[in-house]
T-cell receptor
Framework: TQLLEQSPQFLSIQEGENLTVYCNSS?????LQWYRQEPGEGPVLLVT?????EVKKLKRLTFQFGDARKDSSLHITAAQPGDTGLYLC????????????FGKGTSLLVTP | EAQVTQNPRYLITVTGKKLTVTCSQN?????MSWYRQDPGLGLRQIYY?????VTDKGDVPEGYKVSRKEKRNFPLILESPSPNQTSLYFC??????WGRGEQYFGPGTRLTVT
């Protein structure tokens, strides 16, 4: 069951532009994580958000967890070609035990 | 170096021929998991394990088996592979439960079943 909907699915922008990726659900999550995956490799964790309304910053990346803990967003300021990759959100729904659910991902291409 | 290793990295096999994909982690993590990644479907959890001898089904367990006899190893077994199991497989481990701590992913195993 795909509980997490990511949008957009694909994004192609030029270096220096800003962008936002969304991760939405009708379910409540104990926490949400964002991963980045490069071709031929496994995903790598960027951040974990656990509190409703929480905002975390990682250099040019800003992550937000919705107040109701049903959605999250990733904002990249002044994108660079090195930001190119597949961005995945993942969450553990409340009361689901230890199952982890991933969104389908947003494929980002940043061109010079 | 802390890592999750998977073998083999690439495998082409025929329908019905049993195979095992090995996964090993050197971080003494309690939690381990298997995922498959398919275009348009994303990462889907196959099985996960909370500790030795404790495993449970994820979203897509049909056609797969796992075992956790040792803390470091979590092999994925396909007893009778079929073409719809052609996919990219990832093993992952975590010190804390899912969604609470960082999952470390292996490099992936690309499986083709003809």
């Amino acid at each position: 069951t795909q509980l997490l909907e990511q949008s957009p699915q694909f994004l192609s922008i030029q270096e220096g532009e800003n962008l936002t990726v969304y991760c939405n659900s009708s379910s409540v999550f104990s926490s949400l994580q964002w991963y980045r995956q490069e071709p031929g490799e496994g995903p790598v964790l960027l951040v974990t958000v656990v509190t409703g309304g929480e905002v975390k910053k990682l250099k040019r990346l800003t992550f937000q967890f919705g107040d109701a803990r049903k959605d999250s967003s990733l904002h990249i300021t002044a994108a660079q070609p090195g930001d190119t990759g597949l961005y995945l959100c993942a969450g553990a729904p409340q009361n689901s035990g230890y199952a982890l659910n991933f969104g389908k991902g947003t494929s980002l291409l940043v061109t010079p | 170096e802390a890592q999750v290793t998977q073998n083999p990295r690439y495998l082409i096999t025929v329908t019905g021929k049993k195979l095992t994909v090995t996964c090993s982690q050197n971080m003494n993590h309690e939690y381990m998991s298997w995922y498959r990644q398919d275009p348009g479907l994303g990462l889907r959890q196959i099985y996960y394990s909370m500790n030795v001898e404790v495993t449970d089904k994820g979203d897509v367990p049909e056609g797969y088996k796992v075992s956790r006899k040792e803390k470091r190893n979590f092999p994925l077994i396909l007893e009778s592979p079929s073409p719809n199991q052609t996919s990219l497989y990832f093993c992952a481990s975590s010190k804390d439960g899912w969604g609470r701590g960082e999952q470390y992913f292996g490099p992936g195993t690309r499986l083709t079943v003809t």
